[in-house]
Structure formats: structure tokens, C-alpha cells
């Protein structure tokens, strides 16, 4: 099962120095650790010096002279994003013709990167997802900020699923009625209080287990791969979503992506 996902390789900045990281740095360990046999595949732009020697599956880049660069904070108000440098958009149009069908499309923008209408016209999937989190934010200084009406959920007809957090949205009620309208099954993660799974016109919500957080940072990529892996099996969207965070769940547990299968 080929399982494909699209978005910039950051470099997020740390005490000791940079460690990797963006949405498909997550979702590749996150498919690899569900130990189902995924053809894992993902596609970046950025600087090749800065791509990790042992990638989890497959990885096509496009060279850029910069590679997305983070300073990620946490606080009492949540995550605060300062954007030190930015590589260019992710092309569809460069993909390569035998990486155009897949079972799983998951796009993973951390900042406005990838145009969803194109990537989903440039792949044939099974099944096409995406995480919201990286249209739903605006530059604003050096600072990356909510500003969910920034993106038309029209443009994003075509998916399957969408997953988003209460801080992506900000409470905005409308919109996001827009964008159930516009995507079939929405996820909504609420943190450690867990999330609400949307799908024909219907909202459920669901608890997670509490865990110790070491690190929140990949834990919503991490949750939409492993809800997207299980869904390629089959799974229903409920049922989907458990196996999701349960993987998030791990994901916080630790520094840095999940690695082993989770068996």
C-alpha cells in the first residue's frame, strides 16, 4: 500500500542546536511505526544538506536554497511559531509520473506551502487527506498566527478527510460549518481533552487516555497518519480516529517522531 504525503522539512530550532521536523517528517515515522507495510513516500523542498541521512521510506526533494527554519515555544497560551526562513512552495506539477497513484495522499503544509487544488488534481488516491494547520496561519513579523477565514474551504473539495485543532480554528463556528460542507469527515482535535470526529452530519466526540507530555510538537501530523493508515485498511472513521491517538499519543511521549512499530 503506498501511502504518500507533501510538505516542507523544517528545521525546528532547539537549545542544543536544530533538530527535523514539519508535517511529513512526522507522518513518515508515524506510517513506518504502524508496522502495516506502508510504501512510505514523501515530498519536500528543501535544502538537501539539511534532509536526515536516515529518512523513513522514500523521499523525492525539490533543492531550495533555504530550508523552513522554526522556533517553537510553548507557554501557558499554547504554542508560539517564529518563522526564521522559508523555502520555496512544494510543485505538484514536478512530481514524478510513477509517484502520481497512491492508496493514501496526506498533505502536510506548515506554512502555506502546497496548493491543495493542485495536489489533489496531480495524485490519484485512494484516499486524500490533508492537515489544515499550516493554511490557517498568517505571517505576521517573524510570528506565525491563527487566522482561520484566511482559508476558503472550497478550495479544499476533492478531500476525503481534514483534520484540524481548536487552536487552528479559533472558535470560528461559521467556517467551520463551511468547511464541513466543502470536506465529507472532519477531525477536530481538542488536545488532552481528545476530539470530535465529523462525518455525515454528525459530531462525536471522544476522550483520550492521559499521558505524560515530553513534547506536544508532531502530535496532531502523527495523529492524522496513523487515522488515514487505518482508514486505507478499512477501518471506519471512529474506529480510524482510536488508532490515531493512540499514535499521537506515543508521539508526546517522546522527543521527536514515534520510530518503533507500535505492534
Known amino acids: 500500500m503506498i501511502a504518500l504525503t507533501a510538505g516542507h522539512l523544517t ?12 508535517g511529513v517528517w512526522y507522518v513518515a515515522h508515524a506510517w513506518r511505526a504502524t508496522g502495516r507495510g506502508l510504501d512510505v513516500r514523501a515530498v519536500t523542498a528543501a535544502d538537501p544538506t539539511h534532509v536526515p541521512a536516515h529518512w523513513p521510506g522514500a523521499l523525492a ?7 523552513t527554519t522554526f522556533h517553537n515555544t510553548y507557554g501557558p497560551e499554547g504554542r ?29 503544509p506548515v506554512a502555506g506551502e502546497l496548493d491543495p487544488a493542485a495536489w489533489l488534481a496531480a495524485v490519484d488516491a485512494g484516499i486524500s487527506a ?7 496561519k498568517q505571517r505576521v513579523g517573524d510570528r506565525f498566527v491563527p487566522r482561520p477565514r484566511g482559508l476558503d474551504p472550497g478550495r479544499l473539495r476533492g478531500l476525503d478527510v481534514a483534520f484540524l485543532s481548536d487552536e487552528d480554528y479559533g472558535g470560528d463556528e461559521a467556517w467551520l460549518a463551511s468547511l464541513r460542507d466543502a470536506v465529507p469527515r472532519v477531525v477536530l482535535t481538542h ?30 501530523d502523527t495523529f492524522a497518519a496513523g487515522t488515514v493508515a487505518a482508514l486505507a485498511m478499512r477501518s471506519g472513521l471512529a474506529e480510524a480516529a482510536r488508532v490515531g491517538a493512540r499514535l499521537a ?3 508526546v511521549g517522546v522527543r521527536g517522531p514515534v520510530s518503533a512499530p507500535s505492534g
Not at 470530535?196 to 483520550?208: C, I, K
Open 11 to 22: 528545521r525546528d530550532r532547539i537549545p542544543s542546536g536544530f533538530a527535523p521536523g514539519g
Open 80 to 108: 508560539t511559531m517564529r518563522l526564521e526562513a522559508q523555502a520555496p512552495p512544494v510543485d505538484a506539477s514536478r512530481l514524478a509520473p510513477d509517484w502520481r497513484r497512491c492508496d493514501v495522499l496526506l498533505l502536510a
Open 61 to 67: 526533494i525539490q533543492a531550495a536554497p533555504v530550508t
Open 130 to 136: 490533508a492537515g489544515l494547520q499550516g493554511w490557517l
Open 191 to 220: 488536545g488532552a481533552e481528545g476530539y470530535t470526529v465529523f462525518e455525515g452530519g454528525r459530531g462525536a466526540r471522544a476522550s483520550v487516555e492521559p499521558v505524560g507530555e515530553v513534547d506536544p510538537t508532531g502530535a496532531g
Open 249 to 251: 499519543a506515543r508521539c
